[in-house]
């Protein structure tokens, strides 16, 4: 029998509430620098039921190996037999009944056609020792292997021994997790991520990470499935998820919302606080500290002030359409949302393309903004235009203009019907808006991201401005791509 999560006995554990972070510490120690990885309370699903595992060590070696913990003593046990629990007693047993091994084997059948590594059960006795376990009722050595059990006396050496048989096989750890993590999925569409973006999720926290790309990439949907993904391993973890604007955060929540529906992952979206960076101050002058800390859209800046908030060894992972020299960085190449031409663009390659995707325009602002809304209108709906406007004190003005020119069609940002007609929004909301034609009115371009200006129109974007500025914008973008070369 090697499912010790099917044993029960009669007597009371050594400690009702025991720490095992010793235990575990111990052989994180021992076991990670030889490529292992460690989870504790993971949840995995089969037919919409679920189950927690305790303690997993996944090993090149080893395979995957589910830890249980025994808490009992020699003296609790002294006198005591050993029985086998049915399932109905199994919520009163010691070590509770579970099928994980079997529903991992059979993962691995369903995806691979084959038993891709072994999959042990390890009971570890922090309590009992080797000699202790020796006098106890017959009735536990026939339920206990003892070669598959660690005792709170056993060596380094004696530790290796049982996990790591001689004849071990070599394991693929990536084809195990995507077994192990099968319900990972893409909001909107439940395919499985692409496999770039599951290696990023995948990694384990040993450094700060960057993840670089153009907009429309996945860089916010790998960040809050990191954050699940992190939590689901260890529920204890404190972990925040800050985003660059306020009216983000509600996009980022919308997200975690989406992988647990989608994914089944059984997680509370309460758990994991998203907060905008504007709050960032105030957590640091309260002292708050954190395991993990995500931010998206992150500048150099912003890096250095999140430092405060990091507990001794903790991770910080975040995203940037621009590099940080400091940060271990992930690139990602491949654009979901934006234009071939805008993509290039964003990246600041063939630019020339943007010529049918970008307008430039100097002149008298309102002028300038009725004249393309005339033009655009001729063809194309009043509600797949938006207009952002880099003053929030002339939105009334714009709005004004527009309505005496065209009749009632606009909007301003937060009203009911924004989805009938032209929206005006002010440029705070730059990050929140995707839209086929952007116009966007602006004095001077100096402290805003041109790549965030022209990413968020799918089909064309048209800049005005009064300043002769707004024709450097392309050098601009030109200068940016060098300087990341």
Same mark, same amino acid.
């Given at each position: 029998m090697n499912f010790f999560s099917k044993l029960f006995s009669s007597s009371n554990p050594h400690d009702t509430s025991p720490d095992h972070s010793k235990q575990i510490s111990h052989l994180r120690s021992l076991f990670e620098p030889e490529g292992a990885e460690f989870y504790r309370d993971l949840p995995i699903f089969n037919q919409h039921?679920?189950?927690t595992l305790p303690f997993v060590? $996944?090993?090149?070696?080893?395979?995957?190996? #589910?830890?249980?913990? /025994?808490?009992?003593?020699?003296?609790?046990?002294?006198?005591?037999?050993?029985?086998?629990?049915?399932?109905?007693?199994?919520?009163?047993?010691?070590?509770?009944?579970?099928?994980?091994?079997?529903?991992?084997?059979?993962?691995? +059948?369903?995806?691979?056609?084959?038993?891709?590594?072994?999959?042990?059960?390890?009971?570890?006795?922090?309590?009992?020792?080797?000699?202790? /376990? +020796?006098? $106890?009722?017959?009735? /536990?050595?026939?339920?206990?292997?003892?070669?598959?059990?660690? *005792?709170?006396?056993?060596? +380094?050496?004696?530790?290796?021994?049982? $996990? %790591?048989p001689e004849s071990s096989p070599v394991c693929d750890i990536s084809k195990i997790k995507h077994a192990l993590f099968a319900e990972l999925s893409i909001p909107d569409n439940n395919n499985l991520m692409t496999p770039e973006q599951a290696k990023i999720i995948h990694l384990p926290l040993q450094q700060d990470l960057l993840i670089q790309g153009v907009p429309g990439c996945g860089k916010s949907s790998i960040l809050v499935a990191k954050a699940l993904y992190e939590k689901m391993k260890d529920p204890e973890l404190s972990l925040i998820l800050f985003t660059k604007h306020t009216c983000h955060v509600h996009h980022l929540q919308s997200l975690l919302f989406s992988f647990i529906e989608h994914a089944h992952w059984a997680l509370n979206p309460a758990?994991?606080?998203?907060?905008? %960076?504007?709050?960032?101050?105030?957590?640091?002058?309260?002292?708050?500290?954190?395991?993990?800390?995500?931010?998206?859209?992150?500048?150099?800046?912003?890096?250095?002030? !999140?430092?405060? !908030?990091?507990h001794k060894n903790a991770t910080l992972i975040c995203s940037s359409y621009y590099p940080i020299n400091s940060l271990t960085t992930h690139k990602l190449s491949h654009s979901f949302r934006l234009a071939p031409a805008i993509e290039a663009a964003c990246e600041g390659l063939e630019v020339e393309t943007l010529q049918n995707n970008l307008q430039l325009k100097q002149g008298n602002l309102f002028m300038n903004t009725l004249v393309n809304l005339e033009t655009l209108m001729k063809k194309e709906p009043a509600s797949s235009i938006t207009l952002v406007v880099q003053d929030s004190q002339f939105i009334p003005?714009?709005?004004?203009?527009? +309505?005496?020119? *065209?009749?009632?069609?606009?909007?301003? /940002?937060?009203?009911?019907?924004?989805?009938k007609g032209i929206v005006i929004?002010?440029?705070?909301? #730059?990050?929140?808006?995707?839209?086929?034609? #952007? %116009?966007?009115?602006?004095?001077d371009i100096e402290g805003y991201d041109l790549i965030e200006l022209i990413s968020r129109a799918s089909k064309k974007s048209f800049i005005l401005s009064e300043s002769e500025a707004i024709y450097n914008i392309i050098s601009t973008i030109k200068g940016l791509h060098n300087a990341s070369d």
């Amino acid at each position: 029998m090697n499912f010790f999560s099917k044993l029960f006995s009669s007597s009371n554990p050594h400690d009702t509430s025991p720490d095992h972070s010793k235990q575990i510490s111990h052989l994180r120690s021992l076991f990670e620098p030889e490529g292992a990885e460690f989870y504790r309370d993971l949840p995995i699903f089969n037919q919409h039921n679920r189950y927690t595992l305790p303690f997993v060590m $996944l090993h090149p070696s080893a395979g995957v190996i #589910l830890f249980s913990f /025994f808490d009992h003593d020699g003296p609790s046990l002294r006198d005591v037999k050993a029985q086998l629990a049915d399932r109905n007693q199994a919520p009163k047993a010691d070590i509770q009944t579970d099928d994980a091994k079997a529903i991992i084997q059979q993962r691995f +059948d369903d995806i691979y056609h084959t038993q891709l590594c072994p999959v042990r059960s390890i009971l570890i006795c922090p309590n009992l020792s080797e000699g202790e /376990f +020796d006098y $106890l009722d017959e009735s /536990f050595h026939q339920l206990i292997p003892k070669n598959s059990v660690i *005792f709170n006396d056993h060596t +380094d050496k004696r530790y290796k021994e049982i $996990l %790591i048989p001689e004849s071990s096989p070599v394991c693929d750890i990536s084809k195990i997790k995507h077994a192990l993590f099968a319900e990972l999925s893409i909001p909107d569409n439940n395919n499985l991520m692409t496999p770039e973006q599951a290696k990023i999720i995948h990694l384990p926290l040993q450094q700060d990470l960057l993840i670089q790309g153009v907009p429309g990439c996945g860089k916010s949907s790998i960040l809050v499935a990191k954050a699940l993904y992190e939590k689901m391993k260890d529920p204890e973890l404190s972990l925040i998820l800050f985003t660059k604007h306020t009216c983000h955060v509600h996009h980022l929540q919308s997200l975690l919302f989406s992988f647990i529906e989608h994914a089944h992952w059984a997680l509370n979206p309460a758990d994991i606080t998203v907060s905008s %960076i504007e709050t960032l101050g105030k957590r640091v002058r309260e002292k708050e500290k954190y395991d993990l800390i995500i931010s998206d859209d992150i500048s150099e800046a912003t890096l250095k002030a !999140l430092i405060p !908030l990091k507990h001794k060894n903790a991770t910080l992972i975040c995203s940037s359409y621009y590099p940080i020299n400091s940060l271990t960085t992930h690139k990602l190449s491949h654009s979901f949302r934006l234009a071939p031409a805008i993509e290039a663009a964003c990246e600041g390659l063939e630019v020339e393309t943007l010529q049918n995707n970008l307008q430039l325009k100097q002149g008298n602002l309102f002028m300038n903004t009725l004249v393309n809304l005339e033009t655009l209108m001729k063809k194309e709906p009043a509600s797949s235009i938006t207009l952002v406007v880099q003053d929030s004190q002339f939105i009334p003005q714009i709005k004004t203009e527009i +309505d005496e020119y *065209f009749g009632p069609i606009s909007y301003l /940002f937060d009203h009911v019907d924004k989805d009938k007609g032209i929206v005006i929004y002010p440029i705070s909301h #730059l990050s929140c808006i995707t839209s086929e034609y #952007l %116009i966007a009115i602006v004095e001077d371009i100096e402290g805003y991201d041109l790549i965030e200006l022209i990413s968020r129109a799918s089909k064309k974007s048209f800049i005005l401005s009064e300043s002769e500025a707004i024709y450097n914008i392309i050098s601009t973008i030109k200068g940016l791509h060098n300087a990341s070369d």
